[in-house]
């Protein structure tokens, strides 16, 4: 019998801020894998470090940062390829996902290759949205409010009109984007009501107003607005 | 010395979706709060109930669900000053909050009546449209796409506006809307493509094509829907 393959969530960075779920499911594995920066570390392992289990077998994808596609879907392919191996002897895997595995998450690649083969479960996480305005200390919809999440990298002119017709704002992935993004919030005359944040729940933290917000962003910040009136009143 | 006021987020129901800090948090508190159904049950008790401390003071906000806000303030003032009391006398205070305390939620109604005069803490909390994700097995924003979360009472003409210049949506707090929801997405041909999503993560959870969804949609659900390529390629 095929084990069963699991996307587990943990969460935006402090390993308290993981499921008890996900806990449970990565104390338990014989098997893991995980994506990490080609040659670099991995993000995901270092939430979950000292949760993995001592002698269990690490599978990770080496992933390019590249426009191009396919280099890192080729990355996808192979661990696919190793991730099976694991299954088919009967094992289970557990892939380790920052955050959510279905919210702007890796995961989905490999649930496009294996799912259709191999029982495959998902374990939601808290994302890096509800992060940032926990640690904004800002609610982020109200109400009936509406909330729209856009990624940094879209072009200057989408999002411009993108934030024009919305209330509350989570801008991700903001990292060399910065510049573009401030501008077209300055534009709009909304920088009063933005928020910079940078790898949120981490000890590295930073919350700012966006006007204070460092030159070079890591990829890991996002831009919190809201545009209505006072929601906690 | 004051006691510190925590804000918690506890998934989406199924207990085991708490964060380990949370876990921690309630097992610990001598004090919890938490908003119920004005003479009804709390969904966020129910979710942290094996976690609760015997002994444990329990603060119950009484919140009519009606439509104009007098009343549920009402509740929040009063819930307001019981917490203050415990606050001043030096013991923390956990509110228990279904999800994330800062994504629809009603912890922001305390947080803007205490969290200028006492020490107040965010955990945030896995929300209920990543969950739904998960349940549907419908990744719901990938690479650059633009994710839309909308708020069912919004008016016909506002719905269907919003989801007409969105790319993935989710649909929140469908309830009694479910109609009206329905008839925006048919009419804007994107039957094929939306899913409904009741109870997610909890044992009583349905998931199926929004056009075989049930006559009356209960509070808890959810639309998803989504409208570029297949993302998972």
Redesign the interface.
């Known amino acids: 019998m095929s084990g069963i393959l699991y996307g587990v969530?943990l969460?935006?960075g402090?390993?308290?801020?993981?499921?008890?779920?996900a806990?449970?499911l990565i104390a338990a594995a014989k098997v893991v894998a995980y994506p990490a920066l080609a040659g670099g570390a991995s993000f995901a392992r270092s939430i979950a470090a000292d949760v993995i289990a001592k002698g269990a077998t690490e599978i990770v994808m080496d992933v390019p940062m590249t426009v191009e596609r396919a280099p890192a879907q080729a990355a996808y392919d192979l661990g696919a390829a190793q991730i099976s191996e694991a299954l088919e002897r009967g094992d289970d895997v557990v892939c380790l996902c920052e955050g959510?595995?279905?919210?702007?998450?890796s995961f989905?690649?490999l649930?496009?290759r294996l799912?259709g083969r191999f029982e495959?479960q998902?374990?939601?996480?808290?994302?890096s949205i509800?992060?940032c305005?926990?640690a904004a200390?800002?609610?982020?919809?109200?109400?009936?409010?509406?909330?729209?999440?856009?990624?940094g990298?879209?072009p200057e002119a989408e999002l411009r009109a993108?934030i024009e017709?919305a209330e509350s704002v989570a801008i991700m992935k903001v990292g060399r984007h910065l510049a573009k993004i401030r501008g077209v919030i300055e534009g709009l005359g909304l920088m009063g009501r933005a928020v910079y944040v940078e790898r949120a729940?981490l000890p590295e933290e930073v919350v700012c107003p966006l006007a204070e917000a460092p030159e070079n962003a890591p990829y890991f910040s996002m831009i919190l607005l809201t545009k209505g009136a006072d929601?906690?009143?």
């Open positions: 969530g969460g935006p402090d390993p308290e801020l993981m499921t008890l779920r806990h449970r959510d595995p279905f919210f702007y998450g989905m690649y649930f496009a799912s495959t998902i374990v939601p996480g808290v994302t509800t992060t305005a926990a200390r800002m609610p982020l919809a109200a109400r009936n409010e509406r909330l729209t999440v856009l990624p990298p879209l993108r017709g729940s929601p906690w009143l």
